[in-house]
Nanobody, 118 residues
């Protein structure tokens, strides 16, 4: 059974930075692409970025140039370094393994909340 724990979310001022972490247990982490998703208040969950098993990264347009996704297979963990944060980045952030453009492989974790506000 896959268990996901996201952490690192916080209240941050516009222009600030945060580093999110997501640790996955119960599966062979290193063989999967893993992605970050977010759900802004009152909106649907959206894809932010993902990193393949071979560490090739892909980003949404909103994340490109500001966010960096990375992974440590030794720690079963994926990271999201976020910089130049904007109010529209406010959301609960989740990680999961993308199955295709609209679905994921694992059950969702609790997520970690990020609020960007002055």
């Amino acid at each position: 059974q896959v268990h996901i724990v996201e952490s690192g979310g916080d209240l941050v001022q516009p222009g600030g930075s945060l580093r999110l972490s997501c640790t996955v247990t119960g599966t062979i982490f290193g063989i999967y692409a893993v992605g970050w998703y977010r759900q802004p208040p009152g909106k649907q969950r959206e894809w932010v970025a993902h990193i393949t098993a071979g560490s090739v990264a892909n980003y949404s347009e909103s994340a490109k140039g500001r966010f960096t996704i990375s992974r440590s297979n030794a720690e079963n963990t994926v990271f999201l370094q976020m910089t130049s944060l904007k109010s529209e980045d406010t959301a609960v952030y989740y990680c999961n393994a993308p199955k295709d453009r609209t679905s994921t492989l694992w059950s969702w974790g609790q997520g970690t909340p990020v609020m960007v506000s002055s």
